[in-house]
């Protein structure tokens, strides 16, 4: 008991996530920080400046342990200087005329120059909003323990639409969701307006998000009418100042739906004046409104196809409607259909690629980061390169949908990154997916990521006291894609728990080595979707029967002779989406990255690896690595007690006892599976599996979470 009291870091419950502002206790650090900032100069002439204002002071009187007044005039060293040149007129004497020209609408300048004789931090933008990134961007710097001295930053982000997608269902459920119900309160919006939604906006806004789709893709057109307009306006209203805009998902049949039309279809005037009307209503509350997200003709949502119509036929009828605004059309290219017999691999690429030129210039293309879904492995989408006339977006999936809910530690940016530094090959050598994503290739002039929110009602915001890193994560790659997973791990480790170093080296490899451990025990070597039907949670290696495209039997064609899907030319030829020479890597056996093999070859059981050891023996090998990597993490983390308050610690060290015991289940079931196939022993140095495969075959889980209860009927 007396601990808890004495100790504050036992009362952390990690809703302040990385935005804790806790004191700077090394005495050195102190001192120098408190004789850089001794007064703060700001001009809150706008809603976003307050913000900025509140942020900065809260932030140095938590950091420093002193207030730091307000002054009217830099008249002493120390002052720390924010605001544009136009609202700020130190600003606009500290000449930094140059430096704020290439920062752009959204960057900021930070610098520590004498002026006048005196010691000053500048913070500088063009814009109120890049005034409020540049003080989160200080207030990082200072949360991480770095120097103030030659303090000379200038940062712009990459990509202009840096976007949440909830996947948030009306009724509050939200798909895919782990972390609790949505966060949106329809029932009570807009008269009640939930102080979260603020601490939402700031998080987002400390990380560069600024734009957010409330709703889900799978969507239900009620939220187009005017009883919920009124509820996103309130939200609207709230997020402005932080620099974030609202889009919703547009269900494309609600014309029909809520329009009273007899038809959806895109060419008929009737829709398209339907729509322009909607737009108009939409804007009428909301004049910032972003636009529209839209998943068509994909897993059962209507489309244009359903009248014989084209992606950018329909996507341009959306796009139209909102353009007079500024608003645009994000269309996701997940598109695949079970009545295409064709490589489900395939399908966006065939479907999408002809229309590369047909969309309008408000429509921007959002794709997932591999072909298939949201694996825990898979080659980059071949889309990135082969469509230079459209914007493309990349989409990740920040909750884990494949990557153990929000059970399972696994840190997400070596994945987002994967797919980001990736080379497409589309200009020659050098022409990765990050520069096709950031328009800088083509000469685009939208461009942007969208991350799958992992946000629900949780107190800690995202259910695994880790999970909140990949949001984090998102952000800081969203702004710049340059940054390294090691470096982001760091800030968010540091920020979020501490500055000692030996729990930062520790608790970063940990982080590092997660996602490769769950690649491992879940779909190694390149497999992928082997997991249960439906709500995806654990091993499903077996699932056959009913739609096709959605068994595992699918992917992993495990036969007697061996297992993988053939990609080659000599299979579904998906290879040949890619350019050379990644297609001709990819075609050979001898030169494919074995982290992919069985995602593009079928191999023989008896297949000798580069290891030396068998194809079999070596699935054996990676799924025992990976629950090795988890017993590794696990002692890591029990080596770290003294630096964690002991709820998070405990949190963390019970959840890490269910990723061991669900990786054993993942390794267990699934060579206890392609074992009837290869019909050879697992090797004697390794676990033996604990159950019989009919035990694992058997287990039905119910409620998983992610999944509207309805689904289970
Ligand atoms: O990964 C799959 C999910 C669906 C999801 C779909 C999509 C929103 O299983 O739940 O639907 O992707 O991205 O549209």
Not at 47 to 65: C, K
Not at 315 to 343: C, S
Request: proline share 6%.
């Amino acid at each position: 008991m007396n601990r808890v009291v004495k100790n504050q870091r036992n009362l952390e419950d990690g809703y302040q996530l990385w935005l804790r502002y806790a004191p700077v206790t090394d005495a050195p650090t102190l001192t120098a920080y408190r004789t850089a900032i001794t007064q703060i100069m700001i001009n809150a002439s706008s809603a976003t400046l307050s913000i900025a204002q509140e942020e900065i002071e809260a932030g140095l009187e938590r950091l420093l342990g002193v207030t730091v007044p307000l002054a009217k005039q830099p008249d002493r060293s120390g002052t720390l200087v924010i605001g544009t040149p136009h609202n700020n007129h130190v600003i606009a004497e500290l000449k930094l005329g140059q430096a704020l020209d290439q920062v752009g609408d959204e960057g900021f300048v930070i610098v520590r120059t004498v002026f006048q004789g005196n010691d000053y931090i500048a913070i500088a933008a063009n814009t109120d909003i890049g005034n409020l990134y540049g003080v989160f961007h200080f207030l990082r710097h200072l949360q991480t323990h770095k120097p103030l001295h030659d303090l000379n930053i200038s940062s712009s982000p990459k990509t202009k639409l840096r976007m949440l997608n909830h996947w948030d269902n009306l009724d509050r459920t939200v798909e895919r969701g782990y972390a609790g119900f949505s966060l949106w309160d329809w029932h009570k919006l807009p008269d009640y307006i939930s102080p979260q939604y603020k601490d939402y906006a700031r998080a987002n806004a400390s990380v560069g998000i600024n734009g957010t789709v409330l709703t889900n893709v799978n969507a239900n057109a009620l939220i187009l009418t005017k009883q919920y307009l009124v509820k996103v306006a309130a939200l609207a209203d709230l997020f402005r100042p932080y620099g974030i805009r609202v889009f919703l998902t547009a269900r494309f049949s609600a014309p029909v739906e809520i329009g009273k039309l007899d038809t959806a279809d895109p060419l008929e005037p009737d829709v398209i004046a339907w729509w322009q009307k909607k737009a108009d209503e939409i804007y009428e509350l909301i004049p910032d409104f972003g636009g529209f997200l839209v998943k068509a003709n994909s897993e059962g949502q209507p489309g244009p196809h359903d009248y014989g119509r084209s992606h950018s036929e329909g996507a341009n009828l959306l796009a139209d409607a909102v353009a007079p605004k500024g608003g645009v059309v994000i269309w996701r290219a997940f598109v695949y259909d079970e009545n295409i017999p064709d490589d489900r691999a395939k399908q966006a690429y065939d479907d999408l690629v002809p229309q590369d030129g047909m969309f309008r210039e408000n429509v921007l293309l959002q794709v997932k980061n591999g072909p298939i879904d949201f694996q825990p492995r898979e080659p980059y989408h071949p889309l990135f390169g082969a469509m230079p006339k459209t914007p493309l977006m990349l989409e990740v999936q920040i909750t884990q949908e494949y990557l153990g809910c929000a059970t399972h530690l696994v840190y997400l940016a070596p994945l987002f990154k994967e797919t980001l530094d990736a080379d497409t090959y589309c200009y020659g050598p050098g022409s990765l997916v990050a520069d096709v994503v950031d328009g800088s290739l083509d000469k685009h002039v939208v461009s942007g990521m969208a991350g799958v929110s992992n946000i629900g009602t949780d107190r800690n915001w995202c259910g695994h006291p880790f999970a909140a890193a990949n949001w984090f994560a998102f952000g800081r790659l969203a702004w710049d894609h340059r940054a390294t997973s090691e470096d982001i791990a760091e800030d968010w480790l540091r920020m979020t728990f501490t500055n000692e170093d030996r729990f930062v080296g520790l608790a970063k490899a940990m982080m590092i080595e997660s996602r490769e451990a769950a690649v491992n025990y879940m779909t190694p070597l390149g497999l992928h979707h082997i997991m249960a039907r439906d709500h995806h949670y654990g091993p499903g290696p077996w699932v056959k029967g009913g739609r096709a495209d959605w068994t595992s039997i699918y992917y992993h064609r495990a036969d007697s002779t061996g297992i993988g899907f053939d990609r080659t030319p000599a299979g579904s030829d998906a290879v040949s989406h890619y350019f050379s020479p990644y297609r001709e890597q990819l075609s050979s056996r001898d030169t494919c990255p074995e982290e992919l093999l069985l995602w593009v070859h079928h191999i023989p059981w008896q297949y000798t690896m580069k290891s030396g050891r068998t194809l079999w023996d070596e699935l054996c090998f990676k799924y025992n690595s990976g629950v090795e990597s988890v017993r590794h993490m696990q002692q890591t983390w029990d080596s770290l007690a003294e630096f964690v308050d002991v709820a998070r610690f405990e949190h963390v060290k019970g959840l890490l006892e269910i990723q061991e015991k669900e990786a054993r289940w993942w390794r267990d079931a699934c060579l206890l599976y392609f074992q009837t196939f290869s019909k050879l022993p697992i090797p004697p140095e390794y676990e033996q599996p604990a159950e019989s495969l009919k035990y694992y075959q058997a287990l039905t889980h119910y409620y998983v979470p992610g999944i509207p209860e309805r689904r289970f009927g």
